[in-house]
């Protein structure tokens, strides 16, 4: 069983609304991403932290989403405005260290933008 | 730009039967290739991961080589189970932190 923690396991928001979701990593591994996969099966980056800061982010991260990851709290992903396309599966993942490391996935929260 | 490549989206097959999910991949730099395994409502696992060229590594039945000649990490199992049903992801690492991950591929297993 997955040792990433990810609530809620659904969320549903209408277009407009903030969508706030959570993911405590796999103890001792500093190195956290968030995925956006959707109806497609398709997997996006979104960012990626490693301890409390972030590594990499693409452009939707940066406009829209917000995403921290706290010591001594859960990492969180943020939509401060829902559309409908942010409908998916969001999942976090960690990682021990390093680039080759295998990655170690939450079970997701699944959004809904009604 | 680094990509990787899975030909087949849905592949069904009866149990007992072999199987190969095909993977590409086209990259700069040295590879680190992985297959992982998405049950329905599940969180992906790793199945399998390569960095070494004409090496086979296996895992639960499955097994893949990484050629580097052929930029190819297939994905293979000589007697399919029905638990076997499930999406499978190639994904490469390669010069940044980000993972590249193919379109996956929809394995189904009929009794």
């Known amino acids: 069983n997955s040792k990433v923690i990810q609530t809620p396991r659904y969320l549903v928001k209408g277009q407009g609304q903030k969508a706030k979701m959570r993911c405590i990593p796999e103890?001792?591994?500093?190195?956290v991403f968030w995925y956006q996969q959707n109806k497609n099966n398709e997997f996006k980056f979104l960012i990626n932290?490693?301890?409390?800061?972030?590594?990499?982010q693409i452009d939707m991260t940066e406009k829209r989403f917000s995403a921290e990851c706290p010591s001594n709290s859960p990492c969180s992903l943020e939509i401060q405005s829902s559309e409908a396309g942010d409908s998916a599966l969001y999942l976090c993942?960690?990682?021990?260290?390093?680039?080759?490391?295998?990655?170690?996935f939450g079970s997701g929260t699944r959004l809904t933008v009604l | 730009g680094d990509s990787v490549t899975q030909t087949e989206g849905l592949v069904t097959l009866t149990k007992g039967l072999p199987v190969m999910l095909n993977c590409t991949y086209q990259?700069?730099?040295?590879?680190?290739l992985f297959w992982y395994v998405q049950h329905l409502n599940e969180a992906p696992k790793l199945l399998l991961k390569?960095?070494?060229?004409?090496k086979r590594t296996e895992h639960q039945g499955f097994y893949a080589t990484l050629h580097k000649s052929s930029s190819s990490f297939h994905l293979q199992k000589s007697s399919v189970q029905l638990s076997d049903s499930a999406l499978y992801f190639c994904?490469?690492?390669?010069?940044?932190?980000?993972?590249?991950f193919g379109s996956g591929t929809q394995l189904t297993v009929m009794p």
């Open positions: 993942a960690s990682s021990p260290q390093g680039r080759a490391e295998t990655l170690y």
């Open positions: 103890k001792g591994h500093p190195v």
């Open positions: 932290f490693q301890n409390q800061e972030v590594l990499q």
């Open positions: 990259t700069t730099y040295s590879p680190f």
């Open positions: 390569s960095s070494t060229d004409n």
């Open positions: 994904v490469l690492s390669s010069g940044s932190w980000q993972l590249i």
